[in-house]
């Protein structure tokens, strides 16, 4: 592909996905230095996927997730006594000036953080009604087939049911 | 409040719009051409190394030049040639006597294309070369008794 095509569809991906993928790392870390480190990591590794494989990434969009969260899984393993890798989602409530009032979104968050174990269970949640992905795409982006991504979404909203 | 409602009004994060600017053209100039190139910066640095390398090599050279003198050694006159051939200047050369120190040339100075003769009996010498730097080596010589 030459250089210039390489750039307008990396230009349309980065402008398509770069703030979906800073808040789900964002979400992920709950930090916005390690969110920034993570995406400039996935949008190098995406630059420079397109620009040396031949081969057409058929899903762009559980792609770029699966490649945000394997950079974080590794930035994990590498600073895992300063990083925790379980999703917390309540200090995004806590953050925002508007959302104060909301006190029943406040507590469903709370409940949420504390109750809906595993975190894998939040993380797919996120991943399907936040950033709307198809349960093929949350399969591809958290490397697991597409049953179990199912399987653990009917689950973690069986739990939330019970839990709300 | 449904759930799906609950994940959907979760707040989004703007991230530093500077930062993401930056990210973008740090990536496109990183691969595109030009001195940023990332395959260019490492001919840069190949280039930077090996001119580093050709440098000291060059300064190794100099300062071997100017500390060393050639000596040629007349054994049938039984004396000593020290000539400065080399570019460089400002030597001073002391020529004593191997093992009792005896001074038989006191520090001379030598510039480019100097010319000294040292009549010497047979025996065991050294010339101590001082460099412009106060480095000194020690240069052995012998004078023949046999010719």
């Known amino acids: ?164 | 409040m449904k759930i799906k409602q609950v994940f959907k009004k979760l707040p989004s994060i703007k991230p530093n719009k500077e930062f993401e600017n930056r990210l973008y053209y740090k990536i496109i100039s990183g691969y595109d051409g030009g001195l940023k190139s990332i395959n260019n910066f490492r001919f840069l640095k190949y280039l930077i190394f090996s001119l580093s390398l050709n440098l000291i090599f060059l300064i190794i050279i100099y300062i071997f030049q100017a500390t060393h003198i050639s000596l040629d050694l007349n054994t049938k006159e039984n004396f000593i040639q020290l000539n400065n051939n080399k570019l460089a200047t400002n030597y001073s050369v002391k020529i004593n006597t191997m093992f009792s120190d005896e001074v038989i040339l006191p520090t001379y100075k030598m510039e480019s294309d100097d010319l000294i003769s040292v009549t010497l009996p047979p025996g065991y010498y050294y010339a101590e070369i001082v460099g412009r730097d106060g480095d000194s080596t020690r240069t052995p010589l012998w004078v023949s008794s046999l010719i």
């Open chain 1, 1 to 164: 592909m030459p250089q210039k095509d390489i750039n307008n569809r990396f230009e349309e991906l980065y402008k398509m996905y770069f703030r979906k993928i800073y808040n789900y790392v964002y979400y992920l870390s709950q930090d916005k230095n390690v969110a920034e480190e993570i995406c400039e990591d996935t949008f190098t590794k995406t630059y420079e996927y397109l620009r040396v494989s031949s081969a057409v990434i058929e899903n762009m969009h559980a792609w770029l997730f699966k490649c945000a969260r394997n950079a974080y899984i590794n930035y994990c393993r590498i600073h895992r006594r300063y990083v925790s890798n379980e999703i917390a989602l309540s200090h995004l409530v806590e953050s925002d000036n508007k959302l104060d009032d909301e006190i029943e979104f406040k507590k469903i968050i709370k409940t949420i953080d504390t109750k809906l174990t595993p975190s894998i269970y939040k993380e797919v949640l996120i991943l399907k009604y936040k950033f709307e992905l198809s349960n093929e795409e949350v399969a591809s982006a958290l490397d697991i087939s597409t049953d179990n991504a199912r399987q653990i979404c009917k689950r973690a909203l069986d739990k939330l049911k019970k839990i709300i």
